[in-house]
């Protein structure tokens, strides 16, 4: 087992629908803030919202198909603090700007919570690469 972010579905429930139509995923960042919108399965949202962290996002959800999403995050990054107990705010899970960094604002906007925990991943480990030569 090692150290991971499991992602299951939130206390409150889960707050995307499965998608109707197939619209392509779409990623925009800026040095605030980031968002992903699209039809997106929740494996393949992990992929694109994990670049940076430092351990793998697992799905523990059992969610199948495709979800219409919508995720705005801060580019703050995410505290220890965060991923263990969200900071609730008058009832909603949300920072700076309405935003959220990434764990809060997918609690929010998406009903997946993220927490830090151990688990069993499949990795790939490389541990020779022989150079093959190439003629002039």
């Known amino acids: 087992d090692i150290p991971v972010y499991a992602v299951t579905i939130a206390k409150r429930g889960l707050r995307v629908h499965q998608a109707q139509t197939n619209s392509a995923p779409t ?3 800026s040095r ?13 949202l992990l992929r694109k919202v994990m670049v940076g962290l430092d351990r793998p996002m697992v799905d523990m959800t059992g ?7 919508n995720l ?20 909603k899970v949300t920072r700076s700007e309405g935003r959220g960094t990434l764990f ?31 003629e002039n």
């Not at 605030?32 to 393949?44: D, F, H, K, Y």
């Not at 705005?72 to 009832?91: H, I, K, Q, R």
């Open 104 to 134: 809060s604002a997918m609690e929010e906007q998406l009903g997946l919570r993220v927490e830090a925990r151990r688990a069993a991943v499949e990795m790939l480990t490389v541990d020779h690469v022989d150079r093959v030569p190439i």
């Open 27 to 29: 990623t925009s960042f």
């Open 32 to 44: 605030t803030e980031r968002r992903i919108t699209g039809a997106l399965s929740v494996p393949v």
């Open 63 to 69: 969610l199948v198909g495709k979800y219409d999403v």
């Open 72 to 91: 705005v995050w801060s580019m703050d990054p995410p505290s220890a603090d965060e991923v263990l107990t969200p900071t609730v705010v008058a009832g």
